[in-house]
């Protein structure tokens, strides 16, 4: 089975920076596109940016200039640098990965839709 594991998050003052971290655990072969989303208190989940296993990435406006998402392939991990933050970045962070392919024993598998299960991130003075 894999998971993705969260860390990082927290308590932060406005204009801070926090690091967000989602190591993927198992035996893995293949991630494809990552990424990372974001709830607010009563509001829907909502895309803060993603990154293709090749590289490419894309943000949303709200984010965009402020926040960096990377991964590391061969430590199968992503994450996001997350600075000059606003109190409106309060929310609950959930890392995604698209299609995951692993290994138990001789045998291969994909799992779709994985996500991580979530770090609180408050911007807050």
């Known amino acids: 089975q894999v998971q993705l594991v969260q860390s990082g998050g927290g308590l932060v003052q406005p204009g801070g920076s926090l690091r967000l971290s989602c190591a993927a655990s198992g035996t893995i072969v293949s991630i494809s596109t990552m990424g990372w989303y974001r709830q607010a208190p009563e509001k829907q989940r909502e895309l803060v940016a993603t990154?293709?296993?090749?590289?490419?990435?894309d943000y949303s406006d709200s984010v965009k200039g402020r926040f960096t998402i990377s991964r590391d392939t061969a430590e199968n991990t992503l994450y996001l640098q997350m600075n000059s933050l606003k109190p409106e970045d309060t929310a609950v962070y959930y890392c995604k990965a698209d299609r995951v392919v692993y290994r138990r024993g001789s045998v291969i598998y994909t799992t779709l839709n994985k996500w991580g299960q979530g770090t609180l991130v408050t911007v807050s003075s």
């Open positions: 990154v293709t296993n090749g590289g490419s990435t």
